[in-house]
């Protein structure tokens, strides 16, 4: 079955630390990849998404992730943590030949001064 | 930010009642979807639409229906609804079903069934 899986329910990081938060999803074809971000009481709004032009996705406050075809990984890195980073992220694949996103189950950042 | 509006934004409402959620777009996006949220579960897609009075099944979705009848609205209606019900439900667009676009979405309508 399709699915994406992120490692770890909650990330603590202390301010101007790196930021890594892991995605792994199962297909033997290359899905397109995005990351979520969701503030409390907010709804998800796009971070950044892979559409295969390049491996390293650079996306909006500073975030970038990599897609590794032979991990079938899609971590998402921030070198440098801000305050404002805490919130909860999610990993989302969308399958060659569908239309239905699958989210990962989320990871929640909690950045320490 | 996008045009998405959910309806009612909180709900509190018995066991065994009928429930309808609305979501309204004004972004002329052909595919709409309703996910739930629930606590190590992340988003689960529910129902979704890929035009006018064409909806199909997600994963969760026993017990809920929908439908679509114009491009801007696509209600999601508990037919019976259970305490199992209780979630937050997002309603979110796209327009062109996922791939390499992103979706968009509402604010979220969270429910609780006693």
């Known amino acids: 079955a399709q699915s994406v899986t992120q490692l770890g329910s909650h990330v603590s990081v202390s301010e101007g630390a790196l930021v890594l938060l892991r995605c792994n999803y199962s297909?033997?074809?290359?899905?397109?990849l995005f990351w979520y971000v969701q503030y409390p009481n907010q709804g998800l709004q796009l971070l950044l998404k892979?559409?295969?032009?390049?491996?390293l996705v650079k996306g909006i406050n500073g975030f970038e992730a990599e897609f590794k075809k032979s991990e079938t990984s899609f971590h998402l890195t921030k070198p440098s943590a801000h305050m404002s980073d805490a919130a909860e992220y999610f990993c989302?694949?969308?399958?060659?030949?569908?239309?239905?996103?699958?989210f990962g189950a989320g990871t929640r950042l909690f950045v320490k001064a | 930010d996008a045009g998405i509006t959910q309806s009612p934004r909180h709900k509190v409402t018995e066991t065994g009642t009928p429930v309808t959620l609305r979501c309204h777009q004004t972004?002329?996006?052909?595919?709409m979807y309703w996910y739930r949220q629930d606590p190590g579960h992340g988003l689960r897609l529910i129902h979704y639409?890929?035009?006018?009075?064409?909806?199909d099944k997600g994963e969760v979705s026993d017990g809920y229906s929908v439908s679509r009848s114009k491009t801007e609205d696509f209600l999601l209606t508990l037919e019976s609804a259970t305490s199992s019900q209780t979630s937050v439900y997002f309603c979110?667009?796209?327009?062109?079903?996922?791939?390499?676009?992103?979706?968009?979405f509402g604010q979220g309508t969270r429910l609780t069934v006693v």
């Open positions: 979110a667009i796209s327009e062109s079903g996922g791939k390499f676009t992103e979706a968009f």
């Open positions: 297909s033997s074809v290359p899905p397109y």
């Open positions: 892979y559409t295969s032009a390049a491996t």
């Open positions: 989302a694949v969308t399958y060659t030949g569908g239309f239905k996103t699958i």
């Open positions: 972004e002329n996006h052909r595919y």
């Open positions: 639409s890929y035009g006018v009075k064409d909806t």
